[in-house]
């Protein structure tokens, strides 16, 4: 069955070491929206994070961010889905890095909220390339929804604070591991494999025409979902373990690669 809809990672994925789109990874993108297929973006980051890497390769669809928290339109802005966490939870989950000496990181109305600037929120800025507003104290009282939240830490640190996250708050959260060191935390109806599933049933698209590209834990749930699963040579071995197909690395071309292997060809 021809592949309709490609949903593609930013991070260690489309993007390589560089933090950059190879010309290549563009053309074949370009190729294939030429031939009706509908390719967008599927990244934890912000919407205004992954918004120049949508224009730099032409796309005008739905692009999913905050993990699937928000679907919203790269040329006219218009918000096809948004679901926030529960300001309640967002609170709690602040009270408890506040307890913890946890750094965190909170997003509302696509703004990124620090209690201060630390080498993580620099380290953020850097590979985002986004401002970065602290606030003090007033970070932990979570006046409004949270879009996403962020917690970094040391790769073993992540480990530990995803345990104590999932013993504390359960299924009442959705928490995942994205970089060795960040710990992503959405409402639990938020997550890449929903938000795809919901962009292809708005485009009229069967999972069995949906082709899905990532490397990391927070794009396990969007793998399970499509009909063509791709994991990229550099990722997780649980993500390869799920994952239907497999691909070159981010720094070898795989995404370019796999679009020319299963959608072009």
Same mark, same amino acid.
């Given at each position: 069955?021809?592949?309709?809809?490609?949903?593609?990672?930013?991070?260690?994925?489309?993007?390589?070491?560089?933090?950059?789109?190879?010309?290549?990874?563009?053309?074949?993108?370009?190729?294939?929206?030429?031939?009706?297929?509908?390719?967008?973006?599927?990244?934890?980051?912000?919407?205004?994070?992954?918004?120049?890497?949508?224009?730099?390769?032409?796309?005008?669809?739905?692009?999913?961010?905050?993990?699937?928290?928000?679907?919203?339109?790269?040329?006219?802005? /218009?918000?096809?889905?948004?679901?926030?966490?529960?300001?309640?939870?967002?609170?709690?989950?602040?009270?408890?890095?506040? +307890?913890?000496?946890? @750094?965190?990181?909170?997003?509302?109305?696509?703004?990124?909220?620090? /209690?201060?600037?630390?080498?993580?929120? +620099?380290?953020?800025?850097?590979?985002?390339?986004?401002?970065?507003? *602290?606030?003090?104290?007033?970070?932990?009282?979570?006046?409004?929804?949270?879009?996403?939240?962020?917690?970094?830490?040391?790769?073993?640190?992540?480990?530990?604070?995803?345990?104590?996250?999932? *013993?504390?708050?359960?299924?009442?959260?959705?928490?995942?591991?994205?970089?060795?060191?960040?710990?992503?935390?959405?409402?639990?109806?938020?997550?890449?494999?929903? *938000?795809?599933?919901?962009?292809?049933?708005?485009?009229?698209?069967?999972? +069995?025409?949906?082709?899905?590209?990532?490397?990391?834990?927070?794009?396990?749930?969007?793998?399970? @979902?499509?009909?063509?699963?791709?994991?990229?040579?550099?990722?997780?071995?649980?993500?390869?373990?799920?994952?239907?197909? /497999?691909?070159?690395?981010?720094?070898?071309?795989?995404?370019? /690669?796999?679009? +020319?292997?299963?959608?072009?060809?």
């Amino acid at each position: 069955m021809a592949i309709k809809l490609v949903a593609l990672d930013l991070d260690d994925t489309l993007l390589n070491s560089k933090l950059a789109v190879s010309p290549r990874a563009c053309e074949v993108i370009r190729q294939a929206v030429a031939q009706g297929v509908t390719v967008t973006i599927a990244t934890g980051r912000m919407y205004r994070s992954a918004l120049p890497y949508a224009r730099q390769l032409g796309l005008d669809v739905p692009i999913i961010t905050y993990n699937g928290a928000l679907i919203k339109s790269c040329l006219s802005g /218009e918000v096809l889905l948004d679901q926030p966490i529960e300001r309640k939870l967002s609170q709690q989950v602040l009270a408890l890095c506040k +307890e913890r000496g946890w @750094y965190i990181q909170n997003y509302v109305r696509d703004e990124l909220y620090v /209690e201060k600037i630390n080498q993580y929120a +620099e380290q953020y800025s850097r590979l985002a390339a986004v401002p970065v507003t *602290a606030v003090g104290d007033r970070l932990y009282d979570g006046e409004e929804s949270s879009n996403k939240m962020l917690i970094m830490s040391t790769p073993e640190g992540i480990l530990e604070i995803y345990d104590i996250c999932k *013993a504390l708050f359960g299924n009442q959260l959705s928490i995942a591991i994205s970089k060795p060191t960040y710990l992503e935390i959405t409402d639990p109806l938020a997550n890449k494999g929903r *938000a795809l599933a919901f962009l292809a049933d708005t485009l009229g698209i069967t999972k +069995e025409e949906t082709m899905a590209v990532g490397d990391s834990g927070n794009d396990v749930d969007m793998l399970k @979902y499509a009909g063509w699963s791709v994991a990229m040579g550099n990722a997780s071995a649980a993500v390869k373990a799920i994952a239907r197909l /497999e691909t070159l690395a981010n720094d070898a071309d795989g995404v370019a /690669e796999a679009i +020319e292997k299963y959608v072009l060809a």
